[in-house]
């Protein structure tokens, strides 16, 4: 089973999981990361061993840039939980289209701030329209992700307890 570490920024904000070989490198570089958390398994390495850390945090700030994360179709779903944006059904996923809230006709892009699920239905209705020229009400405005929709775990991976607080509040 693999196990990862969940990375926090000095303010405690989730920032990624990282893999073990990134743990190290961050671990090697003095005054870096603070250890939260372990895991109950020690590993070797260098001249020592230590407990796998499962929560880290940075020590200086570094800035989170929420658009430079990959659009993708399947964090979108995650993030409107598989509903229709404009009527609310909940869809199977194959009737799920997505709709850009400022249609690519008129200068919009595909971000996670301007698309949303769709039903066919209501997709079609909008059309090259954006809502308000459709008569149409989102039922949510479109935003980034959080972190637990857009880099969640693929179920393989081991899960720690105390990552429950801080993913819990992103």
Not at 121 to 140: F, H, S, Y
Request: net charge positive; with cysteine.
């Amino acid at each position: 089973m693999s196990k990862k570490t969940l990375l926090l920024s000095t303010t405690y904000e989730v920032l990624s999981f990282v893999p073990e070989r990134k743990v190290f490198k961050l671990l090697s570089k003095e005054d870096k990361v603070e250890i939260l958390s372990f895991w109950d398994e020690v590993i070797v390495w260098g001249s020592g061993s230590i407990k796998m850390p499962a929560i880290l945090r940075l020590k200086h700030h570094i800035r989170r840039n929420y658009f430079n994360s990959n659009f993708s179709r399947s964090a979108l779903v995650k993030r409107d939980r598989s509903s229709c944006q404009y009527c609310g059904k909940k869809l199977p996923a194959a009737q799920i289209t997505l709709d850009h809230v400022l249609p690519r006709a008129q200068g919009g892009i595909t971000s996670f701030t301007n698309c949303v699920v769709a039903c066919q239905i209501c997709n079609n209705k909008k059309g090259d329209r954006t809502p308000e020229q459709a008569g149409m009400i989102l039922l949510r405005k479109p935003t980034h992700p959080s972190f637990s929709n857009h880099h969640s775990l693929d179920g393989r991976e081991a899960w720690h307890q105390e990552w429950d607080y801080y993913l819990s509040n992103s």
